[in-house]
């Protein structure tokens, strides 16, 4: 195949050697310089926002630091990370020539946020850098009290007998997996013998008490015990981390080593897993976020959508899809912050289609450091493979395999 041209705008300002790694990382990013890119569909998480705190008060007698902002709100340094990676993927498409280097046709670009404030304030401030002065509106559900189909995480099959089944999967999965160390690490820090949680439900040993399974049918799973209690205090340690807190008010100060946020952060990884992971739950809860998906990708008019949803919908649709196992280096949790899955459709020269799908994302550090991604700070980045579409060198699966696998939904 011959090679497609790229064509890269540079400032007079830049040295040789920056242009250089501007062009070079462009080709890095993509691997398929002989290829045309036709299409991007980017997945997000939101950004950096407020912890839930409703009942972490309960779980130990030490004071909380306070947020400017109520819970689960996206912070002002969420806000600015993201127009920083809005900024910078922008220049990634057009230097691909996906998208002119003026404000697109807004029939070409879509963007669709989740109707919670973090999400949508998400989409806004990647917009806003991504495309400034332009009139790309940020689409979402109008009615707020009203969960978005598309992102919404609920088990949709309504029987008895399948919610039994649920729950058997869920009490197999919290007996095979241990986080002995991890809750032992944890409440050295909280000490949840002396809390109200221990006072007035009993809980009082993270390593030893049982879970208790909270499931209503057409309702959020959810569970009451050490990895709920753990998951909403590492949830508060890590957004105090992210949002920059000075050291002393993240954990008090308890957190003195990367190993120790290695330990902890297996809690919110392992809930995050029981609870909206279950083999037996995880398609029929991806089904609509990925017919949304679908829907998009048989619509020839869209080239750039942005979907901006949260970690839940993330680990949904890597599992449920057959996604290949895949490490974020640097990074402690598996579905950071502002991270984005990018689908990639591209052509060549033959007419033939393929997709390439990488997961670009900040570091742990980096999100900490909130320092200006570029070509010499970019984000990371992970090629990922899906079972059914077997990749090649360049990380590229034929795209009709891709499509029959999505088709299934």
């Not at 009615?143 to 999967?169: A, G, M, P, Q, W």
């Amino acid at each position: 195949m011959s090679k497609h041209r790229q064509v890269f705008f540079f400032n007079s300002t830049r040295t040789v050697n920056e242009m250089l790694a501007v062009t070079f990382y462009f080709l890095l990013l993509s691997g398929v310089g002989c290829l045309h890119l036709e299409q991007v569909l980017i997945f997000s998480r939101h950004n950096i926002r407020v912890s839930f705190s409703n009942h972490i008060d309960e779980y130990t007698n030490k004071i909380f630091p306070k947020w400017s902002k109520e819970p689960g709100l996206l912070t002002e340094k969420g806000a600015l990370l993201e127009g920083y990676m809005g900024e910078y993927l922008t220049k990634w498409v057009i230097e691909n020539q996906l998208l002119p280097g003026t404000c697109p046709d807004t029939e070409t670009v879509l963007v669709y946020a989740n109707n919670t404030e973090r999400t949508i304030a998400t989409a806004k401030a990647f917009v806003d850098a991504a495309f400034p002065d332009c009139n790309i509106n940020v689409n979402y559900e109008k009615d707020l009290k009203k969960y978005d189909l598309t992102f919404n995480y609920y088990i949709h099959n309504t029987t008895e007998s399948y919610k039994r089944k649920v729950v058997e999967e869920i009490e197999e999965m919290l007996a095979k997996y241990k986080l002995t160390d991890a809750y032992e690490e944890l409440d050295k820090i909280i000490d949840i013998k002396h809390s109200k949680k221990c006072e007035r439900e009993g809980f009082c040993d993270l390593v030893h008490d049982k879970n208790i399974i909270l499931y209503h049918i057409g309702e959020e799973l959810e569970l009451n015990g050490p990895l709920t209690i753990g998951n909403e205090v590492v949830d508060n340690f890590i957004m105090s981390y992210y949002d920059g807190r000075p050291l002393e008010e993240v954990a008090w100060g308890e957190i003195t080593s990367p190993e120790q946020w290695k330990v902890l952060t297996k809690i919110t990884a392992m809930d995050e897993q029981i609870r909206f992971n279950i083999p037996s739950a995880v398609k029929d809860t991806a089904r609509p976020t990925i017919r949304y998906i679908r829907s998009i990708f048989t619509n020839e008019n869209i080239k750039f959508a942005l979907l901006v949803g949260h970690d839940v919908n993330l680990n949904l649709i890597t599992n449920a899809l057959g996604f290949n196992p895949f490490v974020l280096k640097e990074q402690y949790e598996p579905y950071p912050v502002g991270g984005k899955i990018i689908f990639q459709k591209w052509k060549d020269v033959a007419g033939d289609y393929y997709l390439k799908v990488e997961y670009v994302y900040l570091s742990w550090d980096q999100i900490r450091d909130g320092v200006k991604i570029n070509f010499q700070n970019p984000p990371l980045r992970v090629t990922l493979g899906i079972k059914d579409c077997a990749i090649d060198k360049n990380g590229l699966c034929p795209w009709n395999d891709f499509m029959k696998l999505i088709n299934k939904y």
